[in-house]
């Protein structure tokens, strides 16, 4: 993957990888793993989370709104507001 990498948990989407970054948060939001997420656009923010697991097959997940930030908590436990 194309993206800027901070530190072992946090990473920034660009441009070319857009699609890449909002597949990894909405992975990450299914599974309910807690950490902090935005994406404005063409760019992404994944504070923790994973990146998706495309064994067997692809995840096919994707974010139905241009602008958001999610909050997913431990215990299970999510904030998530849409513009």
Known sequence: MNYTTFSKNMTIGKHSDTNDSKRSIAYSMDLL???LYIWLGDYTLRCFGAE??????????????RYGIALVL???R????EI
Request: hydrophobic share 15%.
């Open 33 to 35: 793993i807690p950490g």
């Open 52 to 65: 998706p697991d495309d064994k067997p097959y692809k995840y096919p997940g994707t974010l139905n709104s």
């Open 74 to 76: 431990p215990r299970y």
């Open 78 to 81: 999510s904030l998530m507001y």
